[in-house]
């Protein structure tokens, strides 16, 4: 069984495969942790007080020792790379293909999708007043600009709102919730954000207290989405990874999360699990059943749970379901309906994708009054999420409702997307179960495949000798000969001896299976260059 | 002298103000401090590890320390006892007057100020694309929304940009600093935010690391705006106060940060001065010579430069005029041109005042190349500023140009609004000095007044007995006799024995001349109450 300490020299192998400038740094970073115990102290002699303007006030040997160990893969060094091939392209240089695919990012229109037209009539009204006189826009996104505009003060989105959002959207949001669970949302709970990533880190942070000589620890499923090992080692807190069963469809096993929790106890204080239900990179579904032993662990070991729900409207095949991690916690009753629960939600995918807009919601359940006080006071100094992102969020919380005149084109629009994104989930799966040495799971939610691939000793001695990790070797070759994207599994930990990547389902149909193909012949022509 | 602890203390003092339950928070909080050098490091015997439902897994006691202690008063107890006092009206309570005025945030709209059509415009514009055949707006406009959606993936602002921003609004920005400065900007310098406050503790967060057992010291005006103390506290920075100088308009004299920096040295290592011009809460413009002086101070002393500028556009009497603090830095030539210097920018404030939209920018000066590309990746794991906020900032660093059809009514716009709080300026500041005890500086610029109180001593017996600061003890009356809602000028530091609040100038003219009557009213009946 791959212990702990496996899971993140793993992981920080992935940080030795950027570029050489990169990887010198990160190497420097690390030895700056391994050589004090605690990253946020370090002695050197130089005395900063005597700066003189040949050596800049802050540097490399002086900066936050957890920024530079922080890595978000996401927008990592393949992805740098990718940006520097796309300027390339734009001043003429020749290269084998004449576009980057970015197939790194869940960014739903940079690929092509269509915005909701209710979400933007909306957000034009709110924007400009002069618009709800004009009979292009329907009454119901005029009256719904109308409603927002009531909750803004001085009826401008241009105002600062309460720091936790708009009282009317919080109450939209808790409707929304209940109409999805069946079971009431309090809307004092609900926590509106600029995207999900903002709240959980906002919620991460609460946890930062060493108690009795060691750090806080959060479990994370393993593969991860980067988001919390950046935000982990941003706050100096301990990242207990747990594996997801690869051969279940990336399931859960109650086993490995008692394994790594035991494991981690030896040098930190386990807090909090984070799940992530669809996963993301892995694609999975959870079934009720597993949600209940998650519960029922957490509940045993003292865990708050942060769970990840931001594709709860992306869920493919027949028979699988989304269930929120609340709605079992609620229904299994006293005394798991009790336990401190946070569960995030985002603009930016499902049917809308509106990344770009910065919108989500955190509904937190059965917190200690005291600590929500500090909670919302540690918000209020950052002033407010942005209101078009609030009006963004309201508009998915309180679609068009049956009857409405918007009703109709809402639901073809949505639909659409769902049913589209359902076909290549599936396209994406089978051409990689097609592909000599690739194995890839049923994509069941989320907007990613994971495969993994074998790949042969002369490549991984290669990549060794490039002082990368093989699947990034593998990622940087595919990106050069090609023009695609994907992200390395290194960036997501993964099995030691294992190797996989993330790519999105996100190009468009026909763009997709264009990519699909030149990812095949590339990978025939690799498993020959390298046998 | 008042030394660096009695700022301190007063500033912790200010904490006592709030309702019994945050009062017995913050006691907790400060004794959780005092019982540990470092509060990131709690010693009990509580194992969390055997946490049931009975006991929360996330509570007072281990809670991050830092946020326990930090605070933001300009959402502090007093505004959050403004909203009940709202809701109350709202459910027919009867009170001595019919709403509350909020004079204790710089939110323009909120107060009335009605936005810049020209940024609206492209705002809807972008949002929805329909628009762009629409006669209503102007071609300009149209223009400017196709530029922007030009550098938008996929054309739609629904997707991720960059994490610095877009790049056409990145030079839109350059360029404004150029015209602004005479002085070339680069525009890979410039990192756009969701407001300045998310740049400000970006940059802050660097400097996180501890050298030779001391904490990084960040020198702050006193008074300061709390963002910086409440950042500083979260960060677990040493926060240094310089006091600035009432009887000269709230200048800045040298020989004060020299006794600031020299005492600070004793416990922390001082890295970086904040200046804040215009002044918030204090409203001075800073002369070049002034600002030649902290520039000479600061390399002296090896500090990297913070220059809050967001109300660069908010400068009022005849006489006073802007400088930036990169201007003057590069027009003094080596070695002062070669300091690291960060200037903040924000569409919050000026005469757009679009707070509610997040959109601001940094321009970074001479930072270390390793040191920024740490910077750069830090922010990644944030995804994205909000692109409507880019989107706006994009319009105010490149506003209609004459002879384009949109500039006549922009400047007619913009020069109303800034005449107007020109106007209310000398308004407050003069209503301020006819009340008996008071004493208010000049309001040369930013939007608000800092006027000094004398109060009489039963008063602060009063209040020492209401466990508040007395100038909580006043703006909590002020707020419960008259509904206008003030901050104690405890929560932005003040020298020991002042008591000082401050007011925005931001309520429309009519709406500011009843403010200041029932003020004066409210002051008249306070002094014969307590004398």
Known sequence: MPGLLSSLNLHHHGLNMGRSSLTSLFRTSRLAVQSSSSPSQINHNTNVSTTTQ????????????????????????????????????????????????????????????????????????VTCLKLLEDPYFSDDAKMRAKLILAGCR??????????????????????????????????????????????????????????????????????????????????????????????????????????????????????????????????????????????????????????????????????????????????????????????FMSCSKGYMGECGLRGGYVEVLNMEPKVKEMYLKAISAMLCPTVLGQACLDTIMYPPQPGEPSYNNFLKEKNEVLESLKLRAKMVADAFNSMKGFSCNTVQGAMYAFPSMKLPPKAIEEAKKQNKAPDTFYAFELLEKTGISIVPGSGFGQKPGTYHFRTTILPQPEKLKEMLKKFAEFHKKFLQEWS
């Open 154 to 343: 001085g009826s401008s989105v241009g105002s600062y709102t309460d720091s936790p959002g708009i009282e009317i959207i919080r109450k939209h949001v808790a409707e929304y919730i209940k109409r999805r669970d069946g079971i009431p949302a309090d809307w004092q709970n609900i926590v509106i954000s600029a995207g999900a990533s903002d709240a959980i880190k906002n919620l991460l942070k609460l946890f930062i207290c060493d108690v009795n000589g060691k750090k806080p620890g959060v479990m994370v499923p393993i593969p991860q989405y980067p988001l919390y090992s950046a935000s982990l080692a941003e706050f100096n807190m301990h990242q207990i990874g747990y594996f997801l069963d690869e051969s279940r469809n990336w399931g859960l096993d109650i086993a490995e999360l008692n394994r790594s929790i035991q494991e981690a106890r030896k040098v930190s204080n386990p807090r909090a699990i984070v799940v992530i239900n669809p996963g993301n990179p892995t694609g999975q579904v959870f079934t009720r059943e597993n949600i209940e032993e998650i519960i029922k662990f957490a509940h045993k070991e003292g865990l708050f749970i942060f769970a990840d729900e931001v594709y709860q409207d992306n869920v493919y095949p027949e028979g699988s379901k989304f269930f929120s991690i609340k709605k079992v916690l609620m229904e299994m009753g006293a005394p798991y309906s009790n336990m401190e629960l946070a569960s």
């Open 54 to 125: 040949e050596k800049p006030t802050l540097t490399i040997d002086n900066l936050n020792p957890n920024i530079k160990v922080m890595e978000y893969v996401v927008r990592g060094p393949v992805v740098i790379r990718a940006g520097e091939i796309e300027k390339e392209l734009e001043k003429g240089v020749r290269k084998p293909f004449t576009e980057v695919i970015k197939a790194n990012i869940g960014d739903c229109h940079a690929m092509g999708q269509v915005p909701i037209t209710f979400t933007r009539q909306v957000l034009a009204l």
